[in-house]
T-cell receptor
Framework: DAGVIQSPRHEVTEMGQEVTLRCKPI?????LFWYRQTMMRGLELLIY????????DSGMPEDRFSAKMPNASFSTLKIQPSEPRDSAVYFC???????????FGEGSRLTVL | AQSVAQPEDQVNVAEGNPLTVKCTYS??????LFWYVQYPNRGLQFLLK????DNLVKGSYGFEAEFNKSQTSFHLKKPSALVSDSALYFC????????????WGAGTKLIIKP
């Protein structure tokens, strides 16, 4: 299995631009998570899906952030408009079963200038 | 409320010595406990988990962790450290009696010196 695949690995953009991060979970996994990692805040859960349905988006910072999962093999996290404080590494992770461990992608490092 | 504490920001160990990375937790019900490792510029990788059963759990790369219910701890251990073990280590807990998601510790940077 190829694991969780994220793209792009690196993104540099200017404040006000739209950013779209992509994730392909492991086939057969029915939970998908989006995390953000910064030095200041550590690892933060933004949103998670179960069977393509958003279950908890209470971690989404504000309305500038949105996430979709149109099918079982694809999810996007969009930031519009982006701000410098959004600079972070964004991770996608997937799992199956309530007791199952999370499998993380390699992350998308976002820099907003 | 659920919480996880990793009391040490950094742990320094000489190569070949045993290592311990500490984790304590608080949940209202029975815990699921996890350890993950993160190498520079990489995603988190699963090391081991405790769900139920034997209190000593063995995982990847020679790591093990001991679940101690009375002390609400789940310390990560390895008998002989390698330089390649240098990384960031995260403890996480989930209350198995709720639908809450994983609660993550702040991470402990492990530095193994040759």
């Amino acid at each position: 299995d190829a694991g969780v695949i994220q793209s792009p690995r690196h993104e540099v953009t200017e404040m006000g631009q739209e950013v779209t991060l992509r994730c392909k979970p492991i086939s057969g996994h029915d939970y998908l998570f989006w995390y953000r990692q910064t030095m200041m805040r550590g690892l933060e859960l933004l949103i998670y899906f179960n069977n393509n349905v958003p279950i908890d988006d209470s971690g989404m910072p504000e309305d500038r952030f949105s996430a979709k999962m149109p099918n079982a093999s694809f999810s996007t996290l969009k930031i519009q408009p982006s701000e410098p404080r959004d600079s972070a590494v964004y991770f996608c992770a997937s799992r199956t079963l309530n007791t199952g461990e999370l499998f993380f992608g390699e992350g998308s490092r976002l820099t907003v200038l | 409320a659920q919480s996880v504490a990793q009391p040490e920001d950094q742990v320094n160990v000489a190569e070949g010595n045993p290592l311990t990375v500490k984790c304590t937790y608080s949940v209202s019900g029975n815990p699921y406990l996890f350890w993950y490792v993160q190498y520079p510029n990489r995603g988190l990788q699963f090391l081991l988990k405790y769900i139920t059963g034997d209190n000593l759990v063995k995982g990847s790369y020679g790591f093990e962790a001991e679940f101690n219910k009375s002390q609400t701890s789940f310390h990560l251990k390895k008998p002989s450290a390698l330089v390649s073990d240098s990384a960031l280590y995260f403890c996480a807990v989930r209350d198995m009696d709720s639908n809450y998601q994983l609660i993550w510790g702040a991470g402990t940077k492990l530095i193994i010196k040759p």
